[in-house]
């Protein structure tokens, strides 16, 4: 198995843009985190989804962050409009029902707003 | 409050050189508590967790956690250390119940040096 994929891997984009990060998670896996990781608040689960649905958005820091989960195999992560304090690296996160005990991340999206 | 606390931002370590990194949690989060590990550039892997069972759990590159409940404590050790170790530690726990979401410390940057 792939393993979790991320993309784009490094994102640099401009104050006021908007900003979509993309995931994959393992095949057969039911549940799927967004993380956000920074320096000074350290890693921060921003929301995560069970079958497709959200669960818990509790730390979506605000209106400007959206996530959808359309299918099985795909989400997305979107900052409109992305501001500097934004910059990051993102992380993406999948675990099953049967070994719910171990979340498998994919290697992280860096993203720098300027 | 739900909380893990680790002790030590950074540990630096010579080669073979035993090592302790220090994580503590709030008894609200005790359950099931892990250990992750982040390699330069890559995303977290778990090194090892305690469910239930022996307090004493071991990872297969030779750390090893005890589960300390009169302590609240859930410290990582490795009898002697290598290059290849340097890297990120984080320690999460959570909840029984149908909640998925891990409770992170903010992490400790190990730097073994030669």
Known sequence: DAGVIQSPRHEVTEMGQEVTLRCKPISGHDYLFWYRQTMMRGLELLIYFNNNVPIDDSGMPEDRFSAKMPNASFSTLKIQPSEPRDSAVYFCASSSRDHWNEQFFGPGTRLTVL | ?114
Not at chain 2, 12 to 39: G, K, T
């Open chain 2, 1 to 114: 409050a739900q909380s893990v606390t680790q002790l030590d931002s950074q540990v630096p370590v010579f080669e073979e050189a035993p090592v302790e990194l220090r994580c503590n949690y709030s008894s609200s989060v005790s359950v099931y508590l892990f250990w992750y590990v982040q390699y330069p550039n890559q995303g977290l892997q778990l090194l090892l967790k305690y469910l239930s069972g022996s307090t004493l759990v071991e990872s297969i590159n030779g750390f090893e956690a005890e589960f300390n409940k009169s302590q609240t404590s859930f410290h990582l050790r490795k009898p002697s250390v290598h290059i290849s170790d340097t890297a990120e530690y984080f320690c999460a726990g959570r909840n029984a119940g149908n909640n998925r979401k891990l409770i992170w410390g903010l992490g400790t940057s190990l730097a073994v040096n030669p």
